[in-house]
């Protein structure tokens, strides 16, 4: 409840940060355009979010006959979690790695490399699938999409502004009429700043509480704490092969951990929690 009632709270400011920087630029008709181009481009990601990445990723669809350990790890949990089966794909890729995706839980899919499988022992797949599923559960995906989206129209809107300033002035108005360039500044390159910020903090709460609701659904919090640190470890030490399709910014917040490789101002904006942290909390749960 805690982990939700935040992320509520993030999307409502992201969507005060998408009103203010609308009215700001374009008054009341700027925040309404503003409004339905959010709407837009939230209904495109609801239908079709799943599709694109699946496909990004030339995620190739499995039967149980062709990945029989994977589809019992998958039924098993769906029994206990009281979920449809959502449909399993394969990502032919050294990366140790696996994500959930879909609009909510009657359509969902979940994804494994074949990095992760030849990493992990069946019960830190099994860990690692039980998190991956709670994210279906909560409809996290969806949840991140959202965010996504509404942080990307903040960063296109303070684009456009931009680029208008270099025509036409600072835009924006202060009470005497007069440009004002503190406020542009603040919309401009603040404002998408601050979105990247807000959306990157609703990837990390939501990443915690798949760890927890995994964690309950799987009853071996441990071995999702051992999954962590082999993907952690093996992530940051993959070295991808010419046939392997590299990982993108735009998808990274998916997978269970940051496929990407950060240090230094990138570590800052990180899209999931420090791994440290998840293994101590996991290590600490009982049943």
Not at 10 to 26: D, K
Not at 45 to 67: C, F, H, N, Q, T
Not at 259 to 268: A, D, H, I, N, T
Request: aromatic share 10%; with cysteine; charged share 20%.
């Amino acid at each position: 409840m805690k982990n939700m009632f935040k992320t509520t709270i993030l999307l409502a400011s992201l969507t005060g940060l998408l009103v203010l920087i609308g009215q700001y630029f374009g008054g009341t008709g700027g925040m309404i355009i503003a409004f339905l181009f959010a709407v837009v481009m939230n209904f495109g990601s609801y239908w079709y979010s799943d599709k694109i990445v699946l496909k990004m990723y030339r995620a190739r669809e499995v039967s149980p006959s062709e990945a029989p350990n994977l589809h019992k790890i998958v039924d098993g949990l769906v029994m206990k979690a009281g979920l449809p089966k959502p449909k399993v794909y394969i990502v032919e890729s050294g990366m140790p790695n696996a994500f959930a995706t879909g609009r909510n839980p009657q359509h969902a899919a979940v994804a494994a490399t074949t990095g992760i499988l030849n990493l992990l022992s069946y019960e830190e797949l099994e860990g690692v699938f039980a998190h991956e599923l709670a994210h279906v559960k909560h409809r996290d995906t969806l949840i991140s999409a959202v965010a996504a989206t509404l942080a990307g129209v903040i960063t296109m809107l303070a684009s456009w502004a931009r680029w208008a300033a270099i025509f036409g002035g600072f835009g924006g108005r202060d009470d005497d009429g007069g440009n004002n360039i503190v406020g542009f500044i603040v919309m401009a390159v603040l404002a998408p700043l601050a979105a990247t910020l807000i959306q990157l903090a609703i990837s990390r709460s939501r990443e915690f509480a798949a760890d927890a609701e995994g964690a309950k659904m799987c009853r071996k919090p441990w071995a999702l704490a051992d999954a962590l640190e082999k993907l952690e470890y093996g992530n940051t030490h993959y070295k991808p092969s010419i046939r392997d399709i590299p990982a993108k910014e735009t998808t990274a917040h998916m997978f269970i951990v940051n496929p990407l490789k950060g240090s230094g101002l990138q570590s800052l904006f990180r899209t999931h929690p420090v791994t440290d942290e998840r293994v101590k909390r996991l290590r600490a749960m009982r049943f």
